[in-house]
Structure formats: C-alpha cells, structure tokens
C-alpha cells in the first residue's frame, strides 16, 4: 500500500538532472536546424540552383534544356539533408521518371518540410525548458520554505509545481513527437530516450533513489511508450515510401494522399490527433481539479447514509479514493479496515475544507490529490502536521509583529 516517495529536495536534484539532459537534446536538434540552414544554402551557391531557377522562371531555356536542368538539379545531393528525409537520391536518379521540373518541385518542397518541422520542434524543445526553469526554481523556493518552517518532507507536496509540471509533459511528448517527422531528429531522440532510461536506472539501482521523474521505472509500459512507437513507425515509414516514388518516379505522395483524404495529408492527421489527445489530458486533469468538490460530495453521500454497505456497490467502489481502492483491488485489506480508511479520507477532506478555505485552488488540488495520489497514511499524518506548524509560526509571527 506504501507508494515510495523522496523528498523535494531530491526532486528538485532529479528534475535538474532531467533538465540538463533536455538542455543537451534541444541544443543538438538547434545545431542541426543550423547546419540544415548552412548545408542547403552552401551546395546551391556551388551549384548556381538559384541563377538555373530564374533562368527557367524568365523563359530562357527550352523545354529539352529545362529538363534537363532539373534531371542535373535532382543529381545534387545534400549528405545532412537526405539522411533526414531518408531520401534515395544520392543512390543516383532513375530515367524513369517523365517529368523532372515535378520531381524537384516534390524534392524543394519535402526540403522545406523538414525545415519546417525541425523549427517547430527546435521551438517546443525551448518552450519546454523555460518550463524545467519554472519547476527548478519553484522547487528551490518550496525548499526554501520548508526549511523556514521546519516542515517534514517525506512526502513532496507537488502542488507548487503541479501545473508546470503537468504542462511540461505535454510539451515534452510533442517535442518528441514532431522530432518523428525526421529520420535524424528521430534518432537523436532514440538516442535521449536511451539515455535517460539508463540513468533512470543508475539512480534506481545504484543511488536507491526510486525516482520516476526521468522516466518511468518500467517505461515499456508507460501510457504513450506504444503511441510513440506506432507514430514513429508510421512516420519513418511514409517518409520512407514517399522519398523513393519522388526520387525514382517523381510522384508525389502528398498530392495522391490530400486527394484521397481531403482534410490533408497523414502528417497533418497524425499531428492533430497528438495534439488533441495530449491536450485532453491535461484538459482533463485541470477538469477533474476542478469539479473535485463534487467527488468529494458524492463520497460523502454513499459514506454517511449506507456506511460499511456502501462497499457493497460497484460503482461506488471503483470511484474510491486510491488508498482505499488500491488495496481492496489487491484484496489485502478487508472491508472493516476499508471502512477504517474511509473514515480517515472524511476526516482528511474536512480538514482541508477548513485550513484551505480561503485558498480555493489549494483546496481543489489537495482533495484532488487526496483522491487520486495519495497512498499512505503516513503521507495524511505529515500532510496535517506541516499545515499545523505552518499556521502556528505565521501566528506568532503576527503576534511579533503587533
């Protein structure tokens, strides 16, 4: 029934370790962005595809030149560039294909797309750490304050951090998801995931320090690890196939796929449906914050008109707070202990009622966290406690002070 917990001070350090990490991979998808700028920009100056563009634009060729202007122009190979589109071209090209202005058109634009998508995801890596920044310094300043008070830390009280924390994840997960939109970002971020599964596993095991805020301890069972597979495997693979119909028949995918789906392409599909969904959840976790009074209600009712019988309903039970649920799902308690722990999540509730009633959105998140985190009595004893102390030495201080 105990959920282990370090203090926030421990935290604090593990969340500094995650943010360096994360310091190093948006530094890396930044350098990359850059050396794409340079590369594209360095070979068409050696190339003169400007100045054989404009020609074409002004009328200047004929239709047999222009083609084959655009045949030598599809020979051109960009080494950082193709790697990330996983594009055959530098294989050489295929006389197959009848129209060559289409498939350098296709190329341009595939280029530009990977621009595209290694600045969005460039953009959401630094949006990201200015929210680790936000989480290290309200953490040093809860240290701070629990230090100031005395206050007993086994069981961090994440609501300081709750909503950056909450909104960090989500930007995390569609850094690394769009990162899925190149081949090379996509292996740069493999090669994070790796990483910080080892260290993970390094404090884990080596520091015994049970840490989950890396990643989790059994990560191929987190919620999005199969999400990300699926997306990965479905992105590489689409920019796979499409590079090799634009680069061996000069078909574009794209153009076939908005054709046969006209919201858009599978790139714009797959980046709605990951926005919507990591959106829900953190919709969904500021709802439930929200209408916790209304949970709080619908216990209370059950709790106090049928007592022990009220364990007997289904649905009551599976809206149990997770100290009573957790352990009645595992079957080591009874139900006269569940009545037991029922009594203490009332007694729990009323107390935040009353200490937090001017602080609405302090009372919402610890009802909230006392129905679905919290795991261990001992973490309600110390909870009431550090309020206790905190309200006495703010007493006295306001006696001081007069």
């Not at 309200?138 to 086994?154: C, D, H, I, P, V």
Request: proline content about 2%; overall charge positive; aromatic content about 14%.
């Amino acid at each position: 029934m105990t959920k282990s917990k370090k203090p926030t001070g421990l935290v604090g350090g593990q969340y500094l370790v995650s943010m360096i990490f994360w310091i190093i991979f948006t530094a890396i998808i930044i350098t990359f962005l850059v050396l794409f700028i340079n590369e594209r920009e360095r070979i068409n100056s050696e190339n003169n595809v400007s100045q054989l563009l404009a020609q074409i634009a002004a009328g200047q060729k004929t239709p047999e030149q222009v083609q084959e202007i655009y045949k030598n122009l599809m020979s051109i190979t960009y080494p950082l560039i193709d790697f990330s589109l996983l594009s055959f071209n530098f294989f050489g090209t295929n006389n197959s294909v009848t129209d060559w202005s289409v498939a350098w058109n296709q190329r341009a634009t595939n280029i530009n797309m990977a621009y595209s998508y290694l600045f969005i995801t460039a953009m959401i890596a630094l949006i990201a750490l200015c929210y680790y920044i936000v989480i290290i310094i309200k953490l040093a300043q809860r240290r701070s304050f629990e230090w100031r008070y005395g206050l007993s830390t086994n069981f961090p009280n994440d609501y300081v951090i709750f909503n950056p924390r909450m909104y960090l994840s989500f930007l995390t997960n569609l850094t690394i998801i769009f990162s899925f939109f190149n081949f090379l970002t996509t292996l740069i971020s493999l090669a994070y995931g790796v990483l910080l599964v080892l260290v993970s596993y390094f404090f884990w095991y080596v520091l015994n320090r049970k840490t989950e805020v890396l990643v989790p301890h059994k990560w191929w069972k987190a919620t999005n690890f199969s999400f990300f597979v699926t997306v990965l495997l479905i992105q590489n693979g689409y920019t796979l196939i499409k590079a090799i119909f634009s680069t061996k028949f000069g078909v574009d995918l794209d153009l076939i796929l908005s054709i046969i789906i006209p919201i858009g392409t599978i790139t714009v599909i797959i980046a709605v449906f990951i926005k919507n969904m990591l959106s829900t959840k953190v919709t969904a976790v500021r709802n439930a914050i929200k209408t916790i009074g209304a949970k709080v209600s619908a216990f209370r009712i059950f709790y106090y008109t049928e007592r022990e019988k009220a364990l007997e309903d289904y649905t009551f039970v599976t809206q149990l707070p997770t100290l009573v649920k957790g352990p009645l799902s595992t079957n080591s308690i009874d139900t006269k202990k569940a009545y037991q722990l029922m009594t203490i999540i009332d007694e729990t509730a009323a107390f935040f009622e009353q200490h937090f009633a001017n602080k609405e959105k302090e009372k919402n998140y610890m009802l909230y966290h006392l129905f679905n985190e919290i795991t261990d009595i001992a973490e309600i004893d110390e909870i009431k406690t550090n309020v206790l102390k905190v309200e006495a030495k703010k007493q006295q201080g306001d006696k001081h002070s007069k």
